[in-house]
């Protein structure tokens, strides 16, 4: 079974940046997907960006530009590193993994969750 444990989220005014991390644990070796989620009050959760074993990447066309999304296979983890935060991008943002390549549709696998908060 896969766990994923996220961090980095906080309070940040509008402008500024946060990275947040996911590690993964248990089973991690067939772990080909990677990516994260993100859900405000009263909405859906939605793609914010993913990537793969294949170097495939997808973002979000309202981060496109701002967030980047990253790996290290060593450490078993997966970052987003996002700048220029704007209010709407407050969420409680999910790191999410599978198995399988997923080319943008969600895994198996949820992280905790880590809230983002940005003040105009």
């Known amino acids: 079974q896969v766990q994923l444990v996220e961090s980095g989220g906080g309070l940040v005014q509008a402008g500024g940046s946060l990275r947040l991390s996911c590690v993964a644990s248990g089973g991690i070796f067939s772990i080909n997907t990677m990516g994260w989620y993100r859900q405000a009050p009263g909405k859906q959760r939605e793609l914010v960006a993913a990537?793969?074993?294949?170097?495939?990447?997808n973002y979000a066309e309202s981060v496109k530009g701002r967030f980047t999304i990253s790996s290290d296979n060593a450490k078993n983890a997966v970052y987003l590193q996002m700048n220029s935060l704007k209010p709407e991008d407050t969420a409680v943002y999910y790191c999410?993994?599978?198995?399988?390549?997923?080319?943008?549709?969600?895994?198996?696998?949820w992280g905790q969750g880590t809230q983002v908060t940005v003040s105009s």
């Open positions: 990537m793969d074993r294949g170097a495939w990447t």
């Open positions: 999410n993994a599978d198995r399988r390549y997923l080319y943008g549709r969600p895994g198996d696998y």
